[in-house]
């Protein structure tokens, strides 16, 4: 079994920053990537962010220069640094781990359970 923890969603005024984390923890000898998507009231959820554990970022355009991937091996842990934040941004975050639990098993993708980030105009 493996465990997400997303904390540091909030609500901010619009042109504000936040960043949000998420942790892994449990049943991982590996994660291959991280990702972080989001899903506003009535929508699909969508991804924004993906991170490999080898370093290379992918951003959905909407969110390209504004938003920062990154993550800590080490920590089993992902960041999501938001700036210039639009209201168009409101929408619950999740995180998602692809885990290999053992060595030489396959990869599963593990969620989050949601962190809400509000953008006022």
């Known amino acids: 079994q493996v465990q997400l923890v997303e904390s540091g969603g909030g609500l901010v005024q619009a042109g504000g920053s936040l960043r949000l984390s998420c942790t892994a923890s449990?049943?991982?000898?590996?994660?291959?990537?991280m990702n972080w998507y989001r899903q506003a009231p009535g929508k699909e959820r969508d991804l924004v962010a993906a991170i490999t554990s080898g370093g290379t970022t992918n951003y959905e355009d909407s969110v390209k220069g504004r938003f920062t991937i990154s993550g800590d091996n080490a920590k089993n842990t992902v960041y999501l640094q938001m700036n210039s934040l639009k209201p168009e941004d409101t929408a619950v975050y999740y995180c998602k781990a692809v885990v290999q639990n053992k060595r030489g098993s396959f990869y599963v993708n593990y969620w989050g359970q949601g962190t809400q980030v509000t953008v006022s105009s």
């Open positions: 449990g049943s991982i000898f590996s994660i291959s990537s």
